[in-house]
């Protein structure tokens, strides 16, 4: 915490007795920045003392020292305002920033503890979708936000490798696959059976109970199939990987859905024995009307297992193997319910942990104008989005900048950005909606937006030309877009800790691009040879450019934490 909220929070402790994080969490930022730099709300208190608000904030007024950090205390009607020293906030931020650079906004209030974050999770034999694409995104940056905090963090993925479907997958396969187009373009050919065998099934009920009789042989170890599942395994896997390291993505555990298929017995026993299965038509179920929820299901007529049977197993196996503080599941909202049932369950087997589990859930991904046409059949190749990203990122750096070194690179950290930012711009359970032109607007709310302040930032630095040094003359700063700016830096240590409390990357996404915006005007507006950042004044040129500074590493670090790079030049 800044050592002026302290201040005031210590102040406002001493003098109401109340504790101290509820001072300070419910300290607020007045709407006009002219009325002060915090603001307390005195109807806290009126409650306790049947007191006018308006009466409690005159009286606590003078009980708030101004020494060493704030200059003033004023009362508007139930608020006490705050209004800080300007000097000693830029001063201040500029040796923290400074003094911790890429460390600044690190906490350790996660020492010791374990979050562990179930995402991606795309299924096998069909190529990612844009839906995976929003909760690999999603889990990448989450986990770099609890990492920030101090937390441990475990990412898996629980991949789609086991179901009923693998046993049509094995029945079209032997059927009607191409052995070239096996060769050539392994996922395309794997989604056709996929599709052909769910049509053909509909109208040859046959093909069903067959596939069902294969699955089974699966779940009981049939060499041969288990050998055809693990080659649909590996070919997908080949491929996901190659979408994860065009995001540079990275997973703790990579454990699919089969691999808990040696522990899965044992949950089914626990359940039983526990009395909460229920045989209901040849099906073995968890009853759930008492919660006003459908039945989970456990197991099917034939005995195979289902995927509530394997996220259950799963989410034993990872309190044992982690003893988690926290399970974040980062699916769509579409699998609400699914969450639901399975949080339910485990709190009826008696685990207290159960608590600890959370679905992140997220809104839909759609594909607007000309990104449409990205779409085969069905479905959007993933690796065409990214490729055409970067290709059309090339497109406007070959337009804006062509004597860009490495303009490849850049490119593909601009179009890969551009897609990332654009599921962390808007709350998560918000729809998104792909759109190639507003994606890729360098002046829009956009992950290239930011990107560009990034490279001018940059540049600026790179004008200067001299070594930095903290040591300036902060006073000089007197403009109000200084002020707002230095502000606004300290705060990023606090959107950390929201960040992480609402699972919510777009705390840090639309922070930058308020921070950024701020800048911007600053940067378009004060262009005389003395008020410009480089200024012809050494000594005003000396403090803007180390604020530029602080402001250039906090960027770069929030890009980052939700997984864009922060190139110096595009
Ligand atoms: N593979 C699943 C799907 O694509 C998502 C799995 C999410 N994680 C989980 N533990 N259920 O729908």
């Known amino acids: 915490m800044n050592p002026f909220k302290k201040h005031i929070c210590d102040c406002l402790e001493k003098a109401t007795g109340l504790p101290f994080q509820e001072i300070c969490d419910s300290l607020e930022m007045p709407p006009d920045e002219s009325w002060g730099d915090y603001g307390w709300p005195c109807h806290n208190l009126s409650r306790s003392l049947k007191k006018n608000p308006n009466l409690i904030a005159t009286e606590l007024k003078s009980s708030i020292s101004t020494e060493p950090s704030i200059c003033s205390v004023s009362v508007k009607g139930p608020y006490l305002n705050f209004k800080l020293d300007k000097k000693e906030v830029i001063k201040y931020i500029c040796h923290e920033i400074f003094s911790k650079g890429s460390d600044f906004a690190k906490d350790n209030i996660g020492q010791g503890k374990t979050v562990v974050i179930d995402y991606s999770s795309p299924n096998i034999a069909k190529p990612m979708g844009i839906g995976h694409l929003r909760s690999t995104v999603l889990g990448a940056s989450l986990k770099n936000i609890f990492k920030h905090l101090g937390y441990r963090v475990v990412g898996i993925n629980h991949l789609g490798d086991w179901g009923t479907q693998f046993g049509k997958l094995v029945v079209a396969y032997k059927r009607w696959a191409d052995p070239q187009k096996m060769e050539k373009e392994p996922i395309e050919e794997l989604y056709r059976l996929y599709v052909k065998i769910h049509k053909e099934s509909e109208e040859d009920k046959s093909l069903e109970e067959e596939s069902r009789c294969i699955f089974k042989k699966l779940e009981d170890g049939d060499p041969e199939i288990v050998t055809l599942w693990k080659k649909f395994v590996d070919l997908s896997w080949k491929?996901?990987?190659?979408?994860?390291?065009?995001?540079?993505?990275k997973f703790e555990l990579v454990a699919g859905e089969s691999f808990y298929n040696k522990m899965m017995s044992d949950t089914i026993s626990l359940l039983e024995r526990k009395n909460l299965a229920k045989l209901s038509q040849g099906a073995l179920i968890i009853p759930l009307s008492?919660?006003?929820?459908?039945?989970?299901?456990?197991?099917?007529?034939?005995?195979?297992?289902?995927?509530?049977?394997?996220?259950?197993?799963?989410?034993?196996?990872?309190?044992?193997?982690?003893?988690?503080?926290?399970?974040?599941?980062v699916v769509g909202?579409?699998?609400s319910l699914h969450f639901k049932q399975l949080f339910k369950t485990l709190e009826l087997m008696g685990y207290d942990w159960a608590s600890r589990c959370h679905h992140v859930s997220f809104g839909w991904v759609t594909l607007a104008g000309e990104m449409m046409s990205t779409r085969k059949g069905n479905v959007v190749f993933l690796e065409d989005v990214l490729k055409q990203a970067s290709a059309k990122a090339l497109n406007i750096i070959e337009k804006n900048n062509p004597d860009l070194e490495n303009k490849q690179q850049v490119a593909s950290q601009v179009g890969i950005g551009a897609i990332v930012f654009t599921n962390l711009s808007v709350k998560r359970q918000t729809d998104v909606s792909f759109d190639w032109d507003r994606m890729l607007d360098f002046n829009g709310q956009t992950g290239p937006y930011l990107q560009y302040a990034h490279a001018r930032l940059s540049s600026v630095m790179r004008k200067y030309g001299e070594d930095l040094d903290v040591k300036a003359d902060y006073e000089l700063l007197k403009l109000p877009e200084e002020y707002r700016l230095a502000k606004k830096l300290m705060e990023f240590p606090d959107k950390i800790v929201i960040a992480a409390k609402t699972y919510e990357p777009y705390i840090i996404s639309s922070y930058l691009l308020d921070t950024v915006s701020l800048f911007s005007t600053y940067f378009q507006r004060y262009k005389s040879p003395r008020d410009k950042i480089l200024s012809d004044d050494p000594r005003l040129k000396k403090a803007r450019v180390n604020l530029s500074h602080c402001l250039k590493t906090v960027l770069k670090s929030g890009l980052n934490i939700l997984g864009l790079e922060a190139p110096e030049k595009m």
């Open 333 to 335: 909202v579409a699998q």
């Open 290 to 329: 008492d919660y006003e929820m459908e039945p989970l299901l456990l197991k099917k007529r034939d005995g195979s297992s289902l995927y509530g049977t394997r996220d259950l197993t799963a989410a034993i196996y990872r309190y044992n193997t982690y003893k988690f503080d926290k399970l974040l599941y």
């Open 239 to 249: 491929d996901f990987q190659r979408i994860y390291d065009l995001l540079g993505i």
